[in-house]
Every structure is written in C-alpha cells, then in structure tokens.
C-alpha cells in the first residue's frame, strides 16, 4: 500500500467571531490538492463562540475541524496561537499548510514556519501539485511568474490573498470531525493583544467597487496623484493603488492592489500612471473593461488591457475628467 | 544603556528593480548591475531607532547580510547617526531564502551581543515576504510585533505600540526584548546630513565572513533555504489593445465613447 501523505490544512481566521471569506476559499483549494493526493483537508479554528459556524467548514471541504473555543482565543494572540498551532503541527504532520495573507496571517505564517523549521512562500497567486505531488508555489516576479518549491521540509506552507481562489461551493450535506484543543498551560505571556480596533474605511470599498481607477508611480507628485483621485470621484470609483505610490505616501496600504494587496474585479478598471508590473496586474486580471494611460507607449500595461492612451497622464487626466462630466450631465438630461 | 539592533537590507533601487526581467529563451534574469540602495522601509526603522535613542540615551547598532557593496548602506545608516555597523557577507550566504536570511541574521545579532529591540522594516522592496522580522524572532525566541505604526509607550521592559490591521489596528503590550517590523505611517525619516556624513567616516564597519559568524555551511544561503525557485515563465499579456489616437480632446472623447458603449460608466 502507498504511504498515506499527511493532510492538507488551512488555518482558519476569525473576525469577531466570524471566519472570515479567504478561509473558505482556501479550505476550497485544499479540497483540490487534497483529492489530488488522496489525503484529507483539516482546518485548525482558534477563536470564541465558533461552534455555529464550523458546519461551514466542512460544507466547504474541510473533513477535520481543530477547534480553539475560549475567550482567550477571542483575539488573536501571538504566542498561544503559534504554540498550539505549532504542538498540532508536529502531531499530525501536515503535508501543506495554507493560511490567508492577512495582517494577522502574514505574522503568524513566518512564527509557526520558523518553529516547524520549514519553508513559507509568500502571497501566492496559484498553487498546483507537480508529477511528484510537490506544491508549485506560483508569485509574479520580475515581469513574469516563478514557482517556488519547499522540496524537503514539511509542512509545504503558503500564505494567500483573499479573493484569489474562488468561493467554494457549499454541500450542506457534508460534515465532519471536530476535535477540541487544550489553551497549553506553558506560555511565557511576554506578549499580549490588549485591543483589536477596526474603523469604517473611508470611501468605496474596492473589493465590492463597479469601477476602480489605480494610481501608480506616474502621478510623480501629490499634486499629479489629486489628478488621479479626481478621475476616480468624477467616476465614483475606488482609488486603488501600486506599491510605489504607497511607498512614495501618497495614499494608504489598504489601497494597493495586486499580489501583496487586495484582489478586484470591477466592470471597469483605469490604470493611470502606473507600467503594469505583473504583481499590480494580477490583481485586477478579474476585471471586465480595462483602460491604461501612460506616457510610456512601450510600458508592459498596454499588453494587458483593452484600451490604452500614451500621454503624459497629469495632462491627458484633467481633460477626461471634463469630458465624463460633460456625458454624465448629458445621462442626467436625456 | 538601552540598545537597539536595526536590520537592514540592501536592495536594487525601485526605479530601475524593472529592469531585471526573466529571459524567456534561457529562464534566467536579463541583468543583475541595478544599483543597490537602502530598502525604503528600513528608513523608517532606522528613524524609530534614532528618535528612541534621544528619548532613552540609546546605543544603535545597524546588521546587514549581503554582498560586499551593502557595506555602503550600513555606512549610510551610520552616517544617519547609527554607533557601529556590521555587515555578514560571505559567497555562502548568497541565494538564501527568508528562513536562512532570518537564521544568519539571528546569529549575527547572539554574536554581536546582549540587546533591548530589534528594529527592521516591515518588508523589502525585492522580496515583500515580510517573513524575515518574525522568523528571527522565532530563531531568537523572542516576541515579535509585526507592522507596528505606532509606539504608544514605552516602560522599562514592558512596551505599548499599535500595529495596523486591516482598517484598523491591534494594541499590543509586549515585554522586550523583542523584534518590531515597521510601517511608512510609523514616522517621516530625516535625509542624510552633512556633519552625519563626515562623523561616519570615523566609524568601523565590521564585516564577518561564514567562519567568524561561526555556522555552518548546511544551515546558510542556499544550502540553509527549505524552498527553491524551481521555474522561471514569461507570461504572455491577456489582452489585445485598441490604442486610441489623436489630439487629447479627440482621445478623451473616443475613450468616454467606448466606455459608454461597453456600458460600464
């Protein structure tokens, strides 16, 4: 008989007490690479008052449910979650373990990879079994796609934006084992989550946005970037972003779109300013319509989108933004 | 004396990291001669470290792995108004993944010696895991606060400082030592002065090969890096582009045209 390879898991997140989306996609794309390899898919849950909503999990794929339920597993808290995840871990051998690249999943990925002495590839946009079962790890760089492998060490870890796997499909049908977890009782408690506060975004979200406009590093200044963001309330879009606008600090992190950001797919997107870096792109590829602006007629965005406009973007903006108010009071007319 | 240990990465600049491209014939990167320059968030660690040294009298010490031309970034951390700098730079260390990185790294700082904070950006420019804070945390077995844009107090050994969450933010008390990753929103680094630039001249850079840091080669670089790059792919652009021509007037009205007729404004 064929060794039993060990089970796909997904760490699971919880807001308030409610999983998040990104942990149902993943729990879906472990079902695939499980079926694949003819293992399991266990998802480890750690919060307070989940049980109403463990069904989900296994409606989503999951066979197995670890279960954290106290109130001091209400907020994420470094040091206990990382030692039960890391115990859980070395326990039951999982084969590949996924945990969505939030802000909290990005600090807990690398603190159990460390422990478990293994591997972690960061915000992936595919993940696919080779001939040998080995998880391709897929990122965009340096204007293309490279696979990253963890050949040796186990478990094969991967964090991963929401949005990039789809929804699964639920079959209410389905259940599954949960297994209670102990809080272990030796932990140093040299760090501690007193508050977690979440405050109303400003704007349109732009997960949910018809049209988003991006901004990249094109605008050049905070003056050429208030052209864009005029182009983007003249639509009532959603400003979205590149990572060197937000490094230059002409908007927050939350904007930034792509690989490391937030994963959109607007009826209408409009880079501006920005060449169409791979890690950008494959954040909007959802999109229905796409525009470019850019001076630079031999910037890779013009490969990517369905219409493009070489022109110095702090120029060509302004008469656009006129000409959409012209046809919007046009609409209001007729 | 409050000391703080501030990791820095030297990385190739931005403006030009695009032109290193993978070649589609041979699956290798076209160009490697991009200049190396100091990661842009390492600034904002390096300003935390600086602003904590005047509140608390404290001493910096600024750590970098990488070839021997990131010795210049360590310099301009110096001339910053960093106290002594050490660079860990040895072939073997090259093609390390974030697990080895995090690894040599943390060997660097046991052997440079006893410490209150780690300060490091929250992520390089070049690889953006934002693994190496934590993982050398976890090698130091120490506490780590990821993406912290705010330090809310700061007690004999137990610190307050708010890191950013999605549309929000965690309050963490935290008892050091311990390693911070940084945000741009944490502070507003200060340029290079002159007079910092001449008093670095005076100050040593201390560079340690593998056999002074004292590892092994199994546990560094490549050798050291559970994962791999196993294939390198061109992609092939998704779309076909209408470029719409004319004087800015005409583009403007061509494109609010098409958009309309698409029905998606």
């Known amino acids: ?334 | 004396m409050f000391k703080i240990v501030v990791c820095v990465k030297a990385v190739p600049d931005p403006k030009e990291a695009h032109k290193i491209k993978i070649d589609p014939a041979t699956k290798t990167l076209t160009r490697t001669d991009v200049p190396l320059v100091l990661n842009l968030l390492d600034k904002n660690a390096m300003e935390l470290a600086l602003q904590l040294k005047e509140q608390l009298d404290a001493h910096i010490t600024v750590l970098s792995m990488g070839p021997p031309a990131a010795g210049n970034i360590v310099k301009e951390c110096l001339a910053l108004g960093g106290n002594q700098g050490f660079l860990l730079s040895d072939r073997a260390f090259g093609g390390a993944d974030a697990y080895a990185t995090a690894y040599t790294l943390a060997k660097g700082i046991e052997k440079i010696g006893a410490f209150d904070l780690i300060v490091c950006g929250m992520a390089s420019s070049d690889g953006s895991t934002e693994w190496v804070g934590p993982e050398m945390a976890a090698f130091l077995k120490i506490p780590v606060v990821t993406r912290v844009n705010e330090i809310v107090e700061t007690g004999k050994e137990w610190w307050k400082v708010k890191a950013s969450l999605e549309n929000g933010y965690r309050l963490m008390q935290v008892k050091l030592p311990a390693v911070f990753t940084v945000t741009r929103e944490l502070n507003t680094p200060k340029s290079l002065s002159f007079s910092g630039i001449i008093k670095a001249r005076k100050k040593e850079i201390t560079e340690w090969n593998i056999h002074q840091l004292g590892v092994s080669e199994k546990t560094v670089g490549q050798k050291g890096s559970p994962t791999i790059v196993s294939d390198l792919a061109t992609v092939d652009g998704k779309r076909t582009v209408e470029l719409i021509s004319g004087t800015r007037e005409e583009k403007a009205d061509q494109l609010v045209q098409k958009l309309a007729e698409a029905g998606v404004i």
């Open chain 1, 1 to 334: 008989m064929e060794n039993q390879l060990g089970p796909v898991w997904v760490i699971a997140e919880q807001i308030d007490c409610r999983i998040l989306p990104v942990s149902f996609q993943l729990v879906g794309q472990a079902r695939i690479l499980a079926d694949r390899l003819k293992t399991s898919v266990e998802t480890v849950l750690l919060g307070d008052q989940m049980d109403a909503q463990i069904h989900q999990l296994f409606a989503a794929g999951a066979d197995r449910v670890y279960l954290g339920n106290a109130p001091e597993l209400t907020y994420y808290q470094p040091e206990i979650y990382t030692e039960m995840i890391v115990r859980l871990a070395k326990a039951h051998r999982p084969e590949i373990m996924l945990i969505g690249s939030t802000s909290v999943g990005t600090e807990l990925a690398p603190l159990v990879a460390a422990r478990l002495h293994t591997g972690l590839t960061a915000h992936c946009i595919d993940l696919v079994l080779d001939d040998k079962k080995i998880l391709e790890q897929k990122i965009p760089a340096y204007g293309g796609m490279i696979s990253i492998i963890c050949p040796e060490k186990r478990p094969q870890m991967a964090t991963i934006a929401s949005g990039v796997f789809p929804q699964p499909d639920l079959d209410e049908n389905r259940t599954g084992e949960i297994v209670p977890l102990e809080i272990p009782a030796e932990i140093p408690h040299r760090i501690q989550t007193l508050e977690i506060v979440r405050e109303e975004p400003d704007g349109i979200p732009l997960e949910s946005a018809p049209i988003v406009v991006a901004g990249g590093a094109g605008a050049g200044d905070p003056e050429g970037w208030k052209i864009i963001a005029d182009l983007s309330e003249t639509l009532n879009a959603a400003l979205g972003s590149t990572r060197p606008a937000v490094d230059e600090g002409w908007i927050e992190l939350e904007s930034m779109i792509g690989q490391s950001g937030k994963m959109v797919s607007p009826e209408l997107y409009i880079g501006v300013g920005l060449s169409g870096e791979l890690q950008h792109m494959v954040g909007i590829a959802g999109a229905k319509v796409m525009v470019a602006i850019n001076n630079d007629a031999k910037a890779p965005i013009f490969e990517q989108v369905d219409y493009g406009i070489v022109d110095d973007c702090r120029e060509f903006v302004p008469v656009l933004i006129e000409k959409i108010k012209e046809y919007q009071e046009k609409l209001v007319t007729c």
